[in-house]
């Protein structure tokens, strides 16, 4: 069973860095690409990028281009989202979410990480 | 402002048939496969529709979709009152990024 698990709720500072996390399991975790999607309260869904674990090769958004950094470390099957500064504008539900191929959307979702940046 | 335009709102009685549309432009709907995803309060998205009209296992065959040019659309028939949720197209776009319609709440009346 294909399985994305994330990494719990953070509560965090506006300045501060964050690193979150989504660990695959029960598929081979390189060779599918894994996306991320924000969403803010009360709103939609917004695409923010995707990587492909075998050879990082990553797309952002441009919405979210240098705003945030997206990795993986295939040996641990797990894929990373990254804030080197947050802003209260950051508070969001952060789904990764994988895909089969770079032009296909996904189809299984983890279960979402809350970010909180509150001062 | 959504990529994919899709109305913010539908409704419908039990045992009708909805219609969810879903506006793009060449770059994304007209050149590429669409997606729709079901989201309850709270949840995490659950795909529902791929590659334009195919329907995962375990989705009824109440749901169905399609596409014509630059817009596609998604149908509920026999609607339920446990299809009240949020619905989302979405697409890749030729600028090698996803994009998402703004989503359409469903309340079954």
Do not use: H
């Amino acid at each position: 069973e294909v399985q994305l698990v994330q990494s719990g709720a953070e509560v965090k500072k506006p300045g501060e860095s964050l690193r979150i996390s989504c660990k695959g399991s029960g598929y081979s975790f390189p060779y599918y690409w894994i996306g991320w999607v924000r969403q803010m309260p009360g709103k939609g869904l917004e695409w923010m990028g995707i990587i492909y674990p075998g050879d990082s090769d990553t797309r952002y958004s441009p919405s979210f281009q240098g705003q945030v950094t997206i990795s993986a470390d295939k040996s641990i099957s797990t894929a990373y989202l990254q804030w080197s500064s947050l802003k209260a504008s950051d508070t969001a539900m952060y789904y990764c979410a994988r895909a089969p191929q770079l032009w296909e959307l996904p189809y299984y979702w983890g279960q979402g990480t809350l970010v909180t940046v509150s001062s | 402002q959504s990529v994919l335009t899709q109305p913010p709102s539908a409704s419908g009685t039990p045992g009708q048939r909805v219609t969810i549309s879903c506006s793009g432009s060449s770059s994304n709907i007209g050149s590429n496969y669409v997606y729709w995803y079901q989201q309850f309060p709270g949840a995490a998205p659950k795909f529902l529709i791929y590659r334009n009209n195919q329907r995962p296992s375990g989705v009824p065959d109440r749901f169905s979709g399609s596409k014509s040019g630059t817009s596609a659309s998604l149908a509920i028939s026999g609607l339920r009152s446990e299809d009240e949720a949020d619905y989302y197209c979405a697409a890749w776009d030729d600028s090698l990024s996803g994009v998402f319609g703004g989503g359409t709440k469903l309340t079954v009346l």
